[in-house]
């Protein structure tokens, strides 16, 4: 085999342009695929040539060198401020986070653990109501503790005395 450098010109490019190239669906033999796999059977890359690698393949490179222009920076930042944030809080939690957090973790609230609880029922308005509009998760703690087991079903109205301190509940 003949070694050297080989200048391609663009003459050859257009030459070869739309032509098959000769390899093209075909399999090399069994004999020239062992010839292939003891060329490069036990040599070792340089320490050079694996950083090279190395390099080549780390990282996810993606927008990597590119710089966000100011003004799509800007847009960034207001899209991602305030409720639509996906920061962790720590103990500070926000009320709104953590019933999200127990719906989540509980899923709806379906019932009222009130045991005092009874339906049909006066709504303020003195209108009779057969069953709650829906039912909510109550703090027990009153404290929004982190954490899920001090939560409890409730309907609206049982929900608004609880909080209120108007009805004591005996929780089990
Ligand atoms: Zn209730």
């Given at each position: 085999?003949?070694t050297?450098q080989?200048?391609?010109t663009k003459?050859?490019?257009k030459?070869?342009?739309?032509?098959?190239?000769?390899?093209?669906?075909?399999?090399?033999s069994?004999e020239s695929?062992?010839?292939?796999?003891?060329?490069?059977?036990?040599?070792?890359?340089s320490e050079?040539?694996?950083?090279?690698?190395s390099?080549?393949?780390?990282?996810?490179k993606?927008?990597?060198?590119?710089?966000i222009?100011?003004?799509?920076r800007?847009?960034?930042?207001?899209?991602?401020?305030?409720?639509?944030?996906y920061?962790?809080k720590?103990?500070?939690?926000?009320?709104?986070?953590?019933?999200?957090?127990?719906?989540?973790?509980?899923?709806?609230?379906?019932k009222c653990?009130?045991?005092?609880?009874?339906?049909?029922r006066k709504?303020?308005?003195g209108?009779m109501?057969?069953?709650p509009?829906?039912?909510e998760?109550?703090?027990?703690s009153?404290?929004y503790?982190r954490?899920?087991?001090?939560?409890?079903?409730?309907c609206?109205?049982?929900h608004r005395?609880?909080?209120?301190?108007?009805i004591s509940?005996n929780?089990?």
């Amino acid at each position: 085999m003949p070694t050297g450098q080989y200048t391609r010109t663009k003459e050859m490019y257009k030459t070869r342009m739309g032509s098959v190239p000769w390899n093209l669906g075909v399999s090399p033999s069994e004999e020239s695929r062992l010839k292939m796999r003891n060329a490069h059977l036990g040599k070792k890359l340089s320490e050079e040539t694996k950083s090279k690698m190395s390099l080549i393949h780390s990282g996810n490179k993606y927008n990597l060198g590119k710089t966000i222009p100011s003004d799509v920076r800007q847009k960034m930042s207001v899209a991602h401020k305030g409720v639509k944030a996906y920061q962790w809080k720590g103990d500070n939690v926000s009320i709104e986070g953590l019933h999200h957090r127990v719906k989540v973790e509980f899923g709806i609230a379906n019932k009222c653990e009130n045991p005092e609880c009874t339906y049909p029922r006066k709504n303020k308005r003195g209108e009779m109501m057969a069953k709650p509009k829906r039912y909510e998760w109550a703090n027990i703690s009153k404290r929004y503790i982190r954490d899920v087991k001090d939560f409890v079903q409730l309907c609206p109205s049982c929900h608004r005395q609880w909080d209120l301190g108007i009805i004591s509940i005996n929780f089990k």
